[in-house]
């Protein structure tokens, strides 16, 4: 369990120092071996730069993530995370692989005046939510998905039950303890960030 406490730090180097690596042929792969003792082995970041193109480096710190364990007849669950970007982005997407959910999307949780609407939410989410359920069955709060999650530079935001969450929809099989499931990240500038989550009963 602590492993996945620890934040991780992903860099991304700018396309001028990638074209530098280059150059130095075999001799540079032998540095590389060392520093590669330093990366977190279950986080990666993958993208495409334009050679060229101004690419600061990026750092991006992914932390406290976790995923509810769901019922046995339950088709949604839902994950948590804590993410800080020190360069202002965007979270744009969340994808679980479909041996986990059939659908994943990102969703908030937000104050209703419509009884009715929220109540049918809160019938599609019991299993799902937890403890955000009996305010949605209250008529008080429903969820909707949403396009983005804005991150402010060097400001931590965190997806919690009752704000900013992943749904993981249609699930394959239930969230059990001591499963852990993999999410990809993608970040509207520094691109994708592969995470492992682990299934709790509650936030770590």
């Known amino acids: 369990m602590t492993s996945h406490n620890t934040p991780t730090r992903i860099r991304r180097a700018s396309a001028a120092l990638a074209v530098g690596l280059l150059a130095f042929g075999t001799a540079a792969c032998g540095d590389d071996s060392s520093d590669s003792a330093d990366t977190a082995a279950p986080t990666t970041v993958a993208e495409t730069v334009e050679i060229g193109s101004a690419a600061p480096a990026t750092d991006v710190v992914v932390e406290g993530q976790w995923a509810r364990t769901s ?3 339950a088709a949604n669950g839902a994950a948590y995370f804590t ?5 202002a ?5 969340v994808m679980a692989d479909t041996s986990v959910a059939g659908m994943t999307e990102m969703h908030e949780t937000v104050m209703t005046e419509d009884t009715e609407t929220s109540m049918a939410m809160g019938s599609d989410t019991t299993t799902a939510m937890g ?5 949605a069955g209250m008529g008080e709060m429903t969820m909707r998905p949403v396009d983005f999650i804005d991150l402010p530079a060097g400001t931590a935001v965190e997806l ?12 394959a099989k239930p969230l059990v303890v001591g499963d852990t499931i993999t999410l990809t990240l993608t970040l509207e500038k520094a691109g ?7 299934v709790l009963d509650e936030a770590p």
């Open 192 to 198: 994708e960030i592969i995470i492992d989550v682990p």
């Open 83 to 87: 993410i800080t970007s020190a360069d």
């Open 89 to 93: 982005d965007k979270l744009i997407s």
């Open 131 to 135: 403890s955000d359920t009996t305010m």
């Open 71 to 73: 019922p046995a007849d």
């Open 160 to 171: 919690k039950p009752g704000g900013y969450h992943i749904m993981l929809m249609e699930l």
